[in-house]
């Protein structure tokens, strides 16, 4: 009887794996310029559903106005990643979870996606391309208002 193959994780880059870490500690901040500070001087951002962004000061408006809108939480999971010459690359799945900081629903992503880094000159490793779609439609919830307890 042959033996039972084991599901073995992913052997990551770990130079890769520390900028995917930091991307996500960046966006789970919600801090604008946490977030600024991972992107490569000729970034671009490739969403689903929305025009190709371009440009740290088109960036920095779409970063801003996201996190003006929500407060959001993201699991970024790596599958693979690797490197060649100067870029790195990052396959992964993602969730994430929007709460509207005016009213309106909850929104939960279900996501993959790919990041492209580019080794800068000091060795840092920074996103060159964020590019992700949706495994399913996002779902809405009602959001739960907070009350201070008494």
């Excluded at 901040?29 to 440009?55: C, F, H, R, W």
């Excluded at 407060?71 to 929007?98: C, R, S």
């Excluded at 800068?120 to 920074?126: I, R, S, V």
Aim: with cysteine; aromatic share 10%.
């Amino acid at each position: 009887m042959p033996a039972k193959k084991t599901a073995q994780k992913p052997k990551l880059n770990p130079e890769l794996l520390l900028a995917h870490k930091a991307y996500e500690a960046a966006i789970n901040s919600n801090n604008t310029d946490l977030v600024m500070a991972m992107y490569d001087k000729d970034a671009e951002i490739l969403q689903p559903d929305g025009p190709i962004v371009s440009g740290h000061r088109n960036i920095r408006k779409w970063v801003n106005d996201y996190f003006t809108q929500y407060q959001t939480h993201w699991k970024k999971v790596p599958l693979k990643n690797f490197v060649m010459g100067e870029y790195g690359f990052d396959e992964g799945i993602d969730t994430a979870v929007d709460v509207p900081r005016h009213g309106s629903d909850t929104i939960h992503w279900n996501c993959k996606g790919i990041l492209v880094y580019k080794r800068q000159k000091n060795g840092e490793w920074l996103i060159f391309r964020d590019i992700w779609n949706n495994n399913k439609p996002p779902v809405k919830t009602k959001t739960k208002i907070r009350t201070k307890a008494r």
